[in-house]
C-alpha cells in the first residue's frame, strides 16, 4: 500500500469539480502556510504554454505512465472520460516529508476517497461553487478546454458532486477569501492537533 512516510503524519487533500476555486484556494493557503506544499501532480495531458515540467505537474507519456504504474509509484491515479491520466507520485510525498512540510494534494474526487480510505492522517476537503450554473460558467470563461471537454467535465462535476458529503468537510466557494479562510482554520486546526 503506502510507503512509510506516506502514513507519517498528516495530508491534506483539496478536491471538487474542475471550476470550483480548488486553484485559487489552494495558492491562497500556500501563501499563508509555509508549513504546506503542494505535490507536483504527473499528467500525460499536453503541456500548455507557460508550464514547466516539475512545477505545474511532471509530464509524461503514456508508456511513462504505465512503466510508473507496474512500478507501484502512484498513490492514486484517475484516467479522464476525455483520455488524459493523472496521479499523485508516492515519491512527491516523500519529498515534501524529507522537507519537513505537510503534503496537500490536489486530486480528483475519486482519486481523493481512494487516498481518504487507504492513508491515515488524511484530511478530505470537497470545493464546489454555489451552483451548477455558476460552475459551468466559470468553466467555460477560463477557456482552456474545449467545447466538448467543458461538456464532459460538467458531466463528471454532477456524479463529484453526488459524492460531496463522503469527504471529511465541504467548502462553498462563493467568495474565495472566505472559502480560503474557512479552509484555512480547518487545517491549521488538523496540523495542530496531530502534531501535539
Do not use: C
Not at 492522517?121 to 460552475?135: I, K
Not at 453526488?162 to 488538523?190: L, P, S, T, Y
Request: overall charge negative; hydrophobic content about 40%; glycine content about 6%.
Amino acid at each position: 500500500m503506502a510507503s512509510s512516510s506516506v502514513s507519517r503524519g498528516p495530508v491534506i487533500v483539496v478536491t471538487g469539480t474542475s471550476g470550483a476555486g480548488k486553484g485559487t484556494i489552494e495558492r491562497l493557503l500556500l501563501e499563508r502556510m509555509s508549513e504546506l506544499e503542494l505535490a507536483v501532480s504527473a499528467t500525460t495531458r499536453e503541456r500548455r504554454p507557460n508550464e514547466v515540467d516539475g512545477t505545474h505537474y511532471w509530464f509524461l507519456t503514456d508508456d511513462e505512465f504505465d512503466r510508473k504504474l507496474a512500478d507501484k509509484e502512484f498513490l492514486e491515479y484517475v484516467t479522464f472520460p476525455w483520455g488524459q491520466r493523472s496521479g499523485t507520485l508516492r515519491s512527491e510525498i516523500d519529498r515534501i516529508r524529507a522537507a519537513g512540510r505537510v503534503p496537500l494534494l490536489d486530486l480528483e474526487t475519486d482519486g481523493a476517497l481512494y487516498v481518504q480510505k487507504t492513508v491515515p492522517g488524511v484530511l478530505t476537503v470537497f470545493v464546489t461553487a454555489p451552483t451548477f450554473e455558476e460552475l459551468e460558467r466559470r468553466l467555460r470563461a477560463r477557456a482552456t478546454e474545449s467545447a466538448g471537454e467543458i461538456d464532459e467535465r460538467l458531466a463528471l462535476a454532477r456524479r463529484q458532486l453526488a459524492d460531496a458529503d463522503e469527504f471529511d468537510h465541504v467548502i462553498v466557494n462563493d467568495d474565495r477569501i472566505r472559502a480560503a479562510d474557512e479552509v484555512e482554520a480547518i487545517v491549521r486546526n488538523v496540523i495542530g492537533a496531530q502534531v501535539r
